[in-house]
């Protein structure tokens, strides 16, 4: 079964900085996908970014970008320029079947 | 875009009494729906997963005689909690995935979830 992992369960950073949210995961499957989702206050699950792991690029989606490194199973994501909408709980999430698997989840904090 | 629509956002029952929580995907046809489940500051646990037309397909460790599901058709599916107890009470949460995508890998959708609680 895979697993993920989130080591930081709650981190705080300065509006317009940058903050970096790790995530290991584990298995034994080749193909598969990785996200990030955001759950706000309000509880809505929203996807943040999304890695194929047969694409050696990193993703990128505005200020959100992710860092994937296949050997080593890891795959954090980066924002920058933080806002204070960026306040929420966010989950990595794995997929090689058509089931999701999350972490524990980072709840971050965007300090005024 | 694609949009997973839950009901009701919180219901709050007595113990005993079933509580029957929807899930309707508004524009897009889903013959796949998943029920999760998460506990205060925890992650999203998978219940279970409804198919359309057949049996739902239940996570080791829930019961499902307890969490009945049914996906009668390509946009509806239920989760319904039967006697409910005080430890039931949760923060439920469905999604889907747009079948037309033609992939299994393609974004599900959430919907917003609903606040369970039992007195």
């Known amino acids: 079964a895979q697993t993920v992992t989130q080591s930081q369960p709650e981190m705080s950073v300065q509006e317009a900085e940058t903050v970096t949210l790790s995530c290991t995961y584990d298995t034994s499957e080749n193909n598969y996908y990785l996200f990030w989702y955001k759950q706000p206050p309000s509880r809505q699950m929203i996807l943040v970014i999304r890695q194929e792991a047969y694409k050696q690029q990193n993703a990128t989606e505005n200020r959100f970008s992710v860092n994937f490194q296949k050997a080593a199973k890891s795959f954090s994501l980066k924002i920058s320029d933080s806002q204070l909408g960026d306040t929420a709980m966010y989950f990595c999430?794995?997929?090689?079947?058509?089931?999701?698997?999350f972490g524990t989840g980072t709840r971050l904090t965007i300090i005024p | 875009g694609a949009v997973v629509s839950q009901h009701p956002s919180w219901v709050i029952c007595k113990s005993g009494t079933s509580v029957k929580i929807e899930c309707r995907s508004l524009?897009?046809?889903?013959?796949?729906m998943f029920w999760y489940r998460q506990f205060p500051k925890q992650s999203l646990m998978l219940m279970a997963t409804?198919?359309?037309?057949?049996?739902?397909?239940?996570e080791q460790g829930v019961e499902k005689d307890k969490f009945l599901i049914n996906h009668a058709s390509l946009t509806l599916s239920t989760l319904t909690v039967t006697s409910a107890h005080p430890e039931d009470s949760s923060f439920y949460i469905c999604?889907?995935?747009?079948?037309?995508?033609?992939?299994?890998?393609?974004?599900?959708?959430f919907g917003n979830g609903t606040r369970l609680t039992v007195t």
């Open positions: 999430a794995f997929q090689s079947t058509e089931k999701l698997t």
């Open positions: 409804s198919n359309e037309g057949s049996k739902a397909t239940y």
């Open positions: 999604s889907a995935r747009d079948m037309g995508t033609g992939s299994y890998n393609s974004p599900l959708h």
């Open positions: 524009d897009f046809q889903a013959t796949t």
